[in-house]
């Protein structure tokens, strides 16, 4: 497929993905209680929507979606999954915006959560997404086979919680006001924590949901882990170079704290330098999956991550 053409391709099928994942959260997030649930209380409901509907560029569904495709899976399974990764992602923004984590007053362009409602409300819909995601996965409308369910469960927790995104969190949090500042290698094991592992994820969990052989779910690990690297540098970059209004949350933040970022340990000609090495990892890991052309839409989605303005 000619350049122009893939890059189109991307876009559609990222809107497509972005679509059908606002309409399928727009649903679980719906006022009737589940089975076993006794009630959902309104004003909660409404903070866990706001924090999740009409924003984001629904990376992480899209890269679910397009790996289980790339795994002849198409439809609820990777659609639910989906909407579980966004779920989890939206609640650490939530958290992460907290006056007692980043202090955040703008997100995806809007009010952040505990500006729009108020501290608590934002904790406990941060702790419902997270709760809610898992009984997303768990439902057997996400897979038939409780193995393949119970392994996406044990992956995401595994993704999502003390040896990935929350430990990462506490990582960096923790560098902040240490005396040394974090080394190269520890600032990409917190990075890859942090932001990679749901990256990570997501790309796992369409090769889980496909039922791809070992070698090809190895080289999907190796993509996600390439790109979540790269989406980790691009977002130090953008935060750099500060462009508050395209980013819809506050530029210059990594500088002003001293976080531990790429940018600030070896410079913004070098960042990039590695932004660019760690896209064509991850193009290169694609051809590992044996699925020839199909990959082409998540190798232009490596690119985008790079490209990305927001
Ligand atoms: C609070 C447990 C806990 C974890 C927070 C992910 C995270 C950990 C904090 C978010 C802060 C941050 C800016 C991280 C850098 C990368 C990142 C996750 C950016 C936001 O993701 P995008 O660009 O956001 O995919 P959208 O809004 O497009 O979904």
Do not use: W
Request: include cysteine; aromatic fraction near 4%; hydrophobic fraction near 45%.
């Amino acid at each position: 497929m000619p350049t122009d053409a893939r890059a189109a391709d991307f876009r559609r099928r990222l809107d497509h993905a972005a679509e059908a994942t606002e309409t399928a959260l727009d649903a679980l997030l719906g006022s009737g209680a589940l089975p076993g649930e006794i009630t959902r209380p309104s004003r909660l409901l409404e903070a866990m929507r706001y924090s999740t509907l009409g924003g984001g560029k629904r990376l992480r569904p899209f890269l679910v979606i397009e790996s289980a495709r790339l795994f002849g899976v198409e439809g609820a399974s990777a659609l639910r999954t989906a909407c579980a990764l966004e779920m989890i992602h939206c609640y650490s923004l939530v958290h992460d915006d907290l006056p007692a984590m980043d202090d955040d007053d703008l997100r995806r362009g809007r009010p952040t959560c505990h500006k729009a409602f108020d501290e608590a409300t934002a904790i406990l819909a941060g702790d419902g997404l997270l709760t809610f995601a898992f009984d997303v996965v768990a439902d057997p409308a996400t897979h038939e086979d409780a193995g393949v369910r119970a392994a996406l469960v044990l992956a995401l927790a595994r993704a999502a919680g003390l040896g990935g995104m929350v430990g990462g969190q506490a990582l960096d949090l923790q560098a902040e006001t240490a005396s040394t500042p974090l080394t190269q290698a520890e600032t990409l094991r917190m990075q890859a924590m942090k932001t990679g592992a749901l990256l990570r994820f997501a790309v796992d969990a369409g090769a889980m949901l496909g039922g791809a052989n070992p070698g090809q779910a190895r080289a999907v690990a190796r993509y996600g882990d390439a790109l979540g690297a790269a989406f980790q540098i691009a977002d130090d970059i953008l935060d750099a170079e500060g462009d508050t209004a395209a980013l819809g949350k506050r530029a210059g933040k990594d500088a002003e704290r001293g976080k531990a970022t790429l940018v600030g340990l070896l410079g913004l000609d070098a960042a990039r330098a590695r932004l660019d090495q760690l896209v064509n990892e991850a193009i290169t890991a694609l051809q590992d999956t044996g699925r020839g052309d199909a990959t082409g839409v998540l190798a232009e989605a490596a690119q985008f991550v790079a490209a990305r303005r927001s």
